[in-house]
């Protein structure tokens, strides 16, 4: 069913989300300003459809040999994407697993080998996975390993890289359709 306005003229978000019904095509209206405009719809839309569907976020040749990345944002979530050295595509949330800090400014949009966090110098590869720590090998039952990087889902479609938040994601062919048959 068509999005339909509630009986309100100038409703709030929070009005429209809880008042809003489907209707029929012949009686449907548009939505609101303040559903373009609220903080609160963004954070919504943000949480419960940009971040559970399949996004597109740069071409494989953005990545094009082994060690490279580039970063990314999809629906304000900082993303890096890379390409480890035996050539395989990977996402990363764009934060250090020990504090958080950014490992890669969006304005250094690509670059080779290593990321490296400026706060503490932790540094991974383009797997993600952390090479090294200050202090690391000094500290008692420290296990490198699992201290990687936030791997987000990711899948190709001919040239094209998508990622998707949602761990339980179906693959990008349930989100496709027929799409791809048409191409074909």
Known sequence: MPFAAPASSTPDSATFLRDWRPTPLAEAHTFPACMYTDPAV?????ERFF?????????????PAPNTWFTQSVAGFPLIITRDA???????HNAC?????????????????????????????CGGNLRGAPGYDRTP????????????RLETWGPFIFVNLARDAAPIAAQLGDLPAHFD
């Open 86 to 92: 035996s050539g395989a595509l990977h996402a990363f």
């Open 51 to 63: 971040a559970r569907s399949w996004l597109y976020v740069g071409n494989v040749e953005d990545v």
């Open 42 to 46: 963004w954070r919504l839309e943000r």
């Open 97 to 125: 697993p020990h504090r958080g800090a950014p490992l890669a400014s969006p304005t250094n949009t690509c670059g080779t080998t290593r990321l490296t966090c400026p706060y503490h110098a932790w540094t991974f590869d």
């Open 141 to 152: 039952g420290f296990a490198a390993a699992q201290h990687g990087l936030g791997e987000v």
